[in-house]
């Protein structure tokens, strides 16, 4: 028990700086991660998922560094550049679970 209340308190604590990370962001970097991340989250089922938002928040900060525009990171239509990010993490996903039950039933 103490040691899941520990992992809860440091996943928290990362949580919380994750959150400062996006507030860094400039406007337009800021509101995108932030309409990705409720988007994502719509799909999620485990702890992969905040991966992979930690993993978008690294590419915004890199391009935010190198003074790129969103739209050179997500291009010009943001849902396919999320869907595609949910491809690669599709362990991740509720919609990944569901086409597995369905196909789990189907073998009986």
């Known amino acids: 028990m103490f040691k899941y209340l520990k992992k ?9 700086l994750y959150k400062i990370r996006i507030e ?3 406007p337009e970097y800021r509101h995108t991660m932030l309409a990705l991340e409720k988007y994502l989250w719509n799909w999620a089922k485990g702890d992969g998922m905040m991966g992979l938002l930690y993993s978008i928040l690294d590419m915004f900060e890199a391009a ?5 525009p969103i739209q050179a990171v997500v291009g010009d239509d943001i849902a ?10 599709p362990e991740e996903t509720w919609m990944d679970k569901q086409r597995q039950k369905l196909r789990d039933s189907y073998k009986k």
């Open 80 to 89: 396919a550049f999320a869907d595609n990010l949910l491809r690669e993490y």
């Open 64 to 68: 935010v560094a190198d003074g790129e």
């Open 24 to 26: 860094a962001l400039p």
């Open 8 to 16: 809860l308190r440091q996943e928290k604590k990362e949580y919380r």
